[in-house]
């Protein structure tokens, strides 16, 4: 079995380490304008994918490179590993070498591009992942797996039959990762969509650490609003919560106090975010819903002020 995975950042490389871990073929799918810059720089037939393992461990792989446009391959598993803003263009760029039978893995953040995927891609089977595995790039095909975790999977609005559950179960399960397996693959995502609606856009408008956020009476009033409508958005949306949200929101933020967010991060870099998956997704489930969101309205109002996109 061959997997193909469009795009080397740190889930992309991470994912690719795994499955050749694993003992499976793998073909990281890059644009044709990277490969050419990566063949150059690595100037040989075979280049190498190193991970830095979260035990302290450093592995290397060799591994083919390819791009969508050079790519004669028939697609039969397909690891979607850009940002969410980039996933559909990314299949949609492969939709001429997809079996019909071809299994789609999305391992994006956010809500929206995974449905919006599944809506076009509908002879293919598209399963979504929420996971808390932590990756970030060294360099060019070097990732580092700062935190291990676990990652759900599971069909998105859809019902594939047993035998195809079963087979990508079957191979999934042979990864060196905890992943498990859903039919609420949505309540995952929500699960953590409620979160990162609280935290990751206001760590971008602060400009702050998680932490950081619990630091003032206004950046907590502002954290319980976030929260008080994502609760009403996702109950008018009938999917069930799992426990005050407010709570876990705190809890993360005590957690992971130190960390800065994704988001924080692009935003420091100039690079788009994947708010307009998170609260954007949000505002526009809730006006469906005919609920009112003024704190997330204002919150990405203040970001698009700050040219945070
Ligand atoms: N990193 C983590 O720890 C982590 C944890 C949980 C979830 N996630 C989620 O996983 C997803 C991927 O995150 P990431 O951290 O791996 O992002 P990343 O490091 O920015 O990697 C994304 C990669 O996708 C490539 N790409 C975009 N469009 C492409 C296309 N059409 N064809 C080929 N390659 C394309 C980008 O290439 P260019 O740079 O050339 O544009 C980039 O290398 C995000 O939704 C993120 O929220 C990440």
Known sequence: MTWHIIGAGSMGCLWTAQLLKAGMKATLLVREQRLRSLNIAH????????????????????????????????????????????????????AGQLSDQCQILLMQNGMGSQQAIARQFCSQTVWAASTTEGAWMKDALHVCHA??????????????????????????????????????????????????????????????RNGELLNSKERQQRLA?????????????GVPGSGNLLELVHQVCRDTAMNH???CMDARRGRDTELAFINGYLIEQAEKLGVETPANRRLMKALTELNIR
């Open 261 to 263: 967010s994704s988001t």
């Open 43 to 94: 100037n040989i037939a075979r280049p190498i994918l190193t991970v830095d393992e979260w035990d302290g461990a450093t592995h290397r792989y060799p591994i083919k490179l390819n791009s969508p446009e050079s790519l004669t391959d028939s697609i039969t598993h397909l690891l979607v590993c850009t940002k969410a803003q980039d996933a559909e263009a990314a299949v949609q760029s492969l």
């Open 147 to 208: 935190g291990s975790g676990s990652t759900w999977v599971g069909p998105v609005d859809q019902e594939p039959d047993d035998s195809v559950w079963q087979a990508l179960k079957g191979v999934l399960e042979q990864l060196p990762l905890d992943i498990q397996f859903t039919h609420q693959i949505e309540q995952k995502l929500w699960d953590k969509l409620a979160i990162n609606c609280a935290i990751n856009g206001l760590t971008a408008l602060y400009d702050c």
């Open 225 to 237: 609003a976030l929260t008080e409508e994502v609760t009403q958005v996702r109950q008018s949306a």
